[in-house]
């Protein structure tokens, strides 16, 4: 079995291959911006729509016209720019055409553009491109050079894309590749359910708390300050943008944070279990956003403020996807089950009320007097639920 999977690495680039990087980016955004703006004015002037396919072959026009410029950069890459375009076009249809509030897709702002795709290795960049160095890793990337590249592990499969990424003042390479064999686990015999929550990220129905997301708040909080701070700044002056530096560079810390928490936890999770039972997030998201707040919040809970909350949630997302790659490549079973009642409902008796769950942290039933962590509670019936759904499909 294969499966396909993205691999991250941190470039550094020399001080002109980092400047060339941001003019590509640069040249990219402006080539997006330009394209829409076409488009726009079709499409509104003419009630004409404009393809793809149009946009693709003004390209060569388009380079032909700016030697210096946009003929720098790879062809491919400009028309996986031009995809990403065709992509948000598309999406604004689809919401038009489902009678929704369609926002027309919007101009690019600086630092509001942040990826460039080579759709190809060997297309305009080469993966490993080995330029007279036997140790290091280098990609090269065409009017950029050949970029070092901290390659902090092995890359598996075959690549197939290549995007380069700024986060903050950081450049990263990402790799997309299929046909990585997958490495199955040894069978544990063991399944075990799992509670998603805010004093620790993930809690096992066999009483296990993994990734604490304290550390995750804390940079919350800083993230939080620099914005209040930003805010006071005075538009395009000098320390603004020292303020902006500082937001992007803190985001991009919760990112590492939350990717690296997510890893840890997923992986203590595929070795441990045969089958993996979870809330499926869609429905868990809206019971929390009708109730207003995250269930029966107690006093040390991390979800004070809008932007904590949102950083937790977006941390059970990343956690999610994370999941799901690491059980497919180690072929575990995963099960999503509708979240409903399992906080509220006894793991041991089956009685289910509001009372039961005393504070964040504590359950004691109200009808047979099971007292256990709440949210081990809560794993207990989310396993049992998975359990029951999986009886059933295989029953059917
Ligand atoms: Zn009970």
């Known amino acids: 079995m294969a499966v396909r999977r993205s691999f991250k690495f941190l470039l550094r680039p020399t001080r002109q291959q980092e400047i060339a990087l941001a003019a590509c980016l640069e040249d990219h955004r402006q080539l997006y911006n330009a394209a829409l703006e076409h488009r726009r004015t079709a499409y509104r002037r003419a009630g004409v729509t404009i393809r793809y396919g149009d946009q693709s072959s003004e390209l060569k026009h388009i380079r032909a016209d700016d030697p210096e410029g946009q003929a720098r950069w790879s062809f491919s890459s400009q028309q996986a720019t031009l995809r990403k375009l065709d992509k948000a076009f598309r999406a604004f249809f689809d919401r038009v055409k489902a009678g929704r509030a369609p926002g027309f897709p919007r101009f690019k702002g600086r630092g509001r553009f942040n990826a460039v795709e080579w759709p190809k290795d060997g297309d305009g960049c080469r993966w490993d491109s080995q330029p007279a160095h036997p140790t290091a890793t280098f990609v090269r990337l065409q009017g950029v050079g050949h970029v070092r590249v901290h390659q902090h592990r092995p890359v598996m499969g075959r690549v197939k894309t290549i995007s380069v990424t700024r986060e903050g003042s950081r450049w990263y390479v990402v790799l997309s590749c299929d046909e990585v064999p997958a490495e199955p686990l040894p069978a544990t015999g063991a399944a075990g359910g799992i509670d998603m929550g805010v004093a620790s990220l993930v809690t096992t129905s066999d009483g ?55 890893h840890k936890a997923a992986l203590a999770l595929v070795r441990a279990y045969d089958v993996i039972v979870h809330e499926d997030l869609r429905i868990a998201n809206m019971t929390r956003s009708a109730s207003g707040t995250i269930e029966a919040p107690g006093r040390n809970v991390a979800a004070k403020s809008g932007l904590n909350k949102s950083i937790l949630d977006a941390g059970w997302g990343v956690f999610l996807r994370v999941l799901a790659y690491k059980a497919e490549s180690a072929g575990r079973e995963r099960i999503a089950v509708n979240p409903a009642n399992t906080s509220r409902t006894c793991a041991e008796c089956g009685h289910v009320a509001k009372e039961n769950r005393v504070t964040q942290a504590m359950f004691r039933c109200r009808a047979c007097g099971h007292t256990a962590h709440a949210d081990v509670n809560g794993a207990v019936n989310i396993l049992r639920a998975g359990l029951a759904l999986r009886q059933a499909a295989q029953a059917a």
């Not at 993230?223 to 006071?232: G, H, M, S």
């Open 208 to 262: 296990e708390h993994l990734a604490n997301p304290r550390h995750l708040a804390a940079c919350a909080d800083r993230l939080a300050a620099a914005q209040r701070d930003l805010a006071r700044k005075k538009r395009g002056s000098n320390r603004q943008r020292k303020a902006v530096a500082r937001v992007a560079a803190l985001h991009a810390k919760v990112c590492r944070q939350r990717l690296d928490t997510a």
